[in-house]
């Protein structure tokens, strides 16, 4: 592919202060697990930020964004080590140097990565930029310059079915020119097991940050607000698709019309069986929601069980009007939010997805609670239910037109990876005409195949 038909995208990321490791130069060591099965005892992160980089690319509000988010998450039990304006090779070493320290951390850990500096997209590869680096280099340049989001800090962090690992990217453009020229951000990804990960705004798009030092980014903001905010019970999941909702809505109202031109859906990819609470909690303390009458335990049950959009909508809304200062209110919130989006979803004309459909047969609780997440509108639950019924996956049986109707509900809700498998599954069909439907999909929704997958036309 000649250079000037790669795909590249400049996402200038909020940055940091020059030189070595905040609060010194070794890695946070985890405090030995005395917890039992206490959930998440130990946490760790790494926060990664480039403000200096060649004229006009400084970003300015790093400082801010990483010295506020190291001090909430402190007080949220992580233990925390930052590492400022590294050049490529030092950011290599200092992710392979977390990763080993994260690898020695118990099943159920929480891990947590956050960068901040220039990112951009080159042939499908979501790439985070080293310091120093110019970002308008050769793609070549940009391509071994650069931690590769997948390659280098995914595959490297810990992935387990008990634990939590999370990966934040908070892409910014701190110069509005550049964003209103910006054709694609960075590339849409599903998570694997374990993990959850963060683009401060949707696939595909631009962000925007100010060109000061003493503002934070928007979506770091509002992931600060949240974390001193939140009560304690709000799970790490819902607590990102609150910070979602509160980005999109501080730039709808945001009282300079630019910045609203810009406002940011923040983009989330998740794939997590544990829901931990941002509260640690001991081995002998209670990790169940504990309510103030038998009555508001029995309308959360009643939520929380509920498997068919709808339901949940009107069941949320009524929680949230009986119970506005429950210390679950956020995650009433999060499930109304999800069910609208899942009921709108389902309304489409191209989705052939019904109410039998959110009545599983499985019995397996793996699978349930990906029907639980995927009837509150998560993208990817519902197309890890669709390839189940693709492929035959524990008591789930074989069932082509369940994977169109999951796959169709999968790219209704955004998941351009599942638009774009839906329309490669349709052109191994012989139905050119949905299948070019769905490939157009996918890259609307910030989806760009890499070349090794089946992403030339027939």
């Known amino acids: 592919m000649s250079a000037d038909k790669r795909r590249r995208t400049v996402v200038s990321l909020p940055l940091l202060a020059a030189g070595a490791a905040w609060g010194g130069s070794a890695f946070a060591q985890p405090a030995p697990d005395t917890g039992g099965d206490s959930q998440g005892a130990v946490r760790l992160a790494l926060l990664v930020g480039n403000r200096v980089y060649p004229d006009p690319f400084d970003l300015p509000p790093a400082y801010k964004n990483v010295r506020d988010l190291a001090g909430v998450l402190e007080r949220r039990g992580f233990k925390v080590t930052s590492v400022l304006d590294q050049n490529p090779a030092q950011l290599h070493s200092a992710i392979q140097a977390f990763a080993k320290v994260a690898a020695d951390t118990p099943p159920n850990a929480t891990i947590l990565f956050y960068y901040t500096g220039h990112g951009m997209q080159v042939d499908a590869e979501n790439l985070m930029l080293g310091s120093g680096v110019p970002p308008d280099s050769r793609e070549d340049t940009l391509l071994n310059s650069s931690l590769h989001l997948r390659r280098d800090v995914i595959d490297q962090l810990p992935r387990r079915a008990g634990g939590l690992t999370i990966a934040v990217v908070d892409a910014c ?126 309308a959360w049950r009643e939520l929380e069980e509920d498997l068919w959009p709808a339901d949940i909508v009107r069941l949320s809304e009524a929680y949230l009007q009986r119970y506005p200062s429950s210390k679950l209110a956020g995650g009433a919130q999060v499930a109304h939010e999800g069910a609208a989006d899942a009921v709108r979803a389902l309304r489409s004309n191209e989705v052939r997805l019904f109410r039998s459909a959110f009545q599983p047969k499985t019995t397996e609780p793996r699978w349930l609670s990906e029907w639980r997440k995927a ?84």
């Open 173 to 298: 453009r701190t110069s509005l020119r550049a964003a209103l020229k910006a054709t694609d951000g960075f590339n849409q990804v599903e998570a694997p097991l374990g993990c959850l990960i963060v683009f401060s705004t949707g696939a595909g798009k631009p962000a925007i940050a100010p060109a000061v030092e003493t503002l934070n980014t928007f979506y770091t903001a509002s992931l600060v607000k949240l974390l001193t905010s939140a009560a304690d019970e709000t799970s790490f999941s819902d607590l990102f698709r609150l910070v979602k909702f509160d980005v999109t809505q501080t730039m709808q109202n945001f009282p300079v019309k630019e910045i609203r031109q810009f406002t940011q859906i923040p983009f989330i990819a998740e794939n997590t069986q544990v829901r931990f609470q941002l509260a640690l909690r001991s081995a002998t303390q209670a990790t169940t929601p504990q309510f103030n009458a038998a009555e508001e335990a029995a």
């Open 375 to 458: 009837a509150r509108g998560d993208k990817d639950a519902a197309a890890r239910i669709a390839r189940a019924y693709l492929h035959g996956e524990g008591d789930i049986g074989v069932d082509p037109n369940r994977y169109e109707g999951w796959m169709q509900y999968a790219a209704a809700l955004g998941n351009g990876i599942a638009s774009y498998e839906l329309a490669v599954y349709y052109r191994r069909q012989a139905q050119p005409v949905p299948a070019a439907q769905y490939e157009t999909r996918a890259r609307d929704l910030g989806y760009t195949p890499p070349t090794s997958l089946d992403n030339q036309r027939k």
